[in-house]
């Protein structure tokens, strides 16, 4: 396990923690940071576009109370893990199937192959798009908690059509690297005040990750690049029609989302065969970077439905393809 860097001290997560490289099939540099003492069985966090694990100090910590191992990824373009070149500042893509290749090559990794089972995923938003993929392409996992998933965006199915054409041209025209129109091109927490923000009500938690990007620049990442944002509507309108996982699947949707959809949202979940939808009032987009008395009421039904997930199991666990 070759170390990679960690930045502890903004962190808020548990002692222990271990950062590692790992390499992909088409050789970018992935950062994963695992805290690998539970036995109950392993959490594996998919964070959103922008995050790092860093972020998911107090989620870890949390996690790690209830015996459970917990593993983060950065994915490619965010975080520590390899960036775009010409500009490490933009969220870039060519191809949100590329994701697959960073869950492939952490999870074979064997630092963590041997990690206590059940495996449960956590996504949130884009780690939600990339979690749902993976739900329906491996069978490492027997469960997963979504948290406001990027199954759609925000916006009319017209608005959504028209950018998908628009991007796919600007792509076409050499222009698939440059910011997308309307983004900011710095981080959300520096260019948003708390006031107008669409992440948390929490300003305790708007004011933590400032500190951790402030302090640590080389986390921070800016808005997405045009072939980011054509790539994310492709792979939305892909898994839109695709069979639906049918292992136990538990979400989580604030009442003020508003990145999101949330029709989507339901709708997905009322298909799932065993799907469940927990709404959390009050709740914007990072739910589980809300205000204390949001956690306080979400926490217990997250934590009870891993805990069913982490009992011995006798039946196989089935997939639709």
């Not at 996992?141 to 925000?154: D, E, I, R, T």
């Amino acid at each position: 396990m070759e170390p990679a860097p960690f930045h502890e001290a903004v962190s808020d997560a548990p002692e222990g923690g271990r950062a590692f490289w790992v390499e992909t099939s088409d050789r970018m540099r992935i950062r994963a940071v695992l805290w690998g003492e539970g036995h109950r069985g392993t959490v594996v966090i998919f964070p959103g576009r922008t995050e790092f694990a860093e972020k998911y100090g107090r989620v870890v910590s949390r996690l790690a109370a209830e015996g459970l191992s917990v593993l983060v990824i950065d994915w490619r373009g965010q975080g520590l893990s390899h960036r775009y070149a010409t500009n490490p500042k933009l969220g870039h893509v060519e191809d949100f199937r590329d994701y697959q290749r960073d869950v492939s090559a952490v999870l074979g990794d064997p630092a963590t192959r041997g990690l206590p089972k059940p495996w449960i995923m956590l996504g949130h938003s884009m780690g939600g798009c990339i979690g749902l993929r993976t739900l329906l392409e491996r069978i490492d996992f027997c469960g997963a908690v979504f948290s406001a998933p990027m199954w759609h965006l925000q916006m009319r199915a017209a608005t959504r059509e028209i950018t998908s054409k628009v991007t796919h041209i600007a792509n076409l025209l050499g222009l698939g690297a440059r910011l997308t129109p309307g983004s900011n091109a710095g981080p959300t927490a520096l260019a948003v005040a708390f006031e107008g923000n669409a992440l948390t009500s929490d300003p305790e938690h708007y004011a933590w990750f400032t500190r951790q990007i402030v302090s640590n620049p080389d986390l921070s990442i800016g808005g997405p690049s045009i072939q980011w944002t054509y790539a994310a509507l492709e792979e939305m309108a892909r898994l839109y029609v695709a069979p639906l996982p049918r292992i136990p699947v538990l979400a989580l949707l604030g009442t003020h989302e508003t990145v999101v959809s949330p029709n989507v949202i339901r709708s997905q979940v009322a298909r799932m065969e065993k799907g469940e939808l927990m709404i959390c009032q009050n709740a914007r987009h990072e739910i589980l970077m809300e205000r204390p008395e949001i956690q306080a009421a979400f926490w217990p039904r997250v934590l009870s439905f891993i805990d069913a997930l982490a009992e011995p199991r006798s039946d196989a666990v089935a997939l639709s393809r």
